[in-house]
């Protein structure tokens, strides 16, 4: 079957949305919310109640409040929408990544505290993209402060991602001395 006679019919949506804001108290809350939708009604584990077409199956998130230096001072979550009534405590076990600083190792320790039937794992899935939200929320503040360095001098963010990879024009222009090219 050639590719412009192949047609598509919508199975699912999901949606996440994130947004960060600035307090007047000096630090950050960020929320995000994953919200999952079908086209046609349907029966969450083909035993539970019917939901209809275009109405959330899951709608939740999470708020947490954190500093300049990334560490979360306060998470709540909230469940508007879930398959089974049972989900909503599934958010409580996230309260345990108040104090944690979203950092490399971030995705890995989520996972090993939240993970399982530890907590909502729609919830816990969505720490992850979250914390880069919020690292990339503090942008124009963190830009302005001089690089972190490793113990040689070399800064932390080379290699950090693909565009700050040590062989890239980023890190020419911006390292020029730790430029691997």
């Known amino acids: 079957m050639a590719d412009d006679e192949i047609t ?3 199975i ?3 949606r996440i949305d994130m947004r960060a804001y600035r307090r ?3 630090l950050y809350e960020l929320e ?8 046609f009604d349907f ?6 109640a019917v939901v209809p077409a275009e109405q959330a199956i899951h709608d939740m998130g999470v708020r947490f409040v954190y500093d300049d230096d990334l560490t979360i001072h306060d998470l709540t979550t909230f469940m508007d929408s879930t398959p089974y009534p049972v989900c909503v405590g599934g958010g409580l076990a996230l309260r345990g990544m108040i104090g944690q600083r979203i950092g490399g190792g971030w995705a890995k320790e989520v996972r090993s505290r939240l993970g399982g039937a530890a907590s909502c794992t729609h919830l816990m899935e969505l720490l992850i993209p979250v914390a880069t939200a919020a690292i990339q929320s503090l942008s124009p ?3 302005k402060r001089p690089d972190r360095l490793d113990a040689n001098g070399r800064p932390l ?7 700050y990879g040590a062989t890239t024009d980023v890190v020419k222009r911006r ?3 730790f430029y691997q090219g």
Do not use: L, Q
């Open 32 to 39: 995000g919310r994953v919200t999952d939708r079908k086209p």
């Open 8 to 10: 598509r019919e919508e």
């Open 43 to 48: 029966v969450p584990g083909g035993d539970g």
């Open 12 to 14: 699912h949506h999901r």
């Open 157 to 163: 963010k080379i290699d950090s991602c693909f565009g």
């Open 141 to 143: 503040w963190r830009n």
């Open 24 to 26: 007047s108290d000096g």
């Open 175 to 177: 390292w020029p001395a």
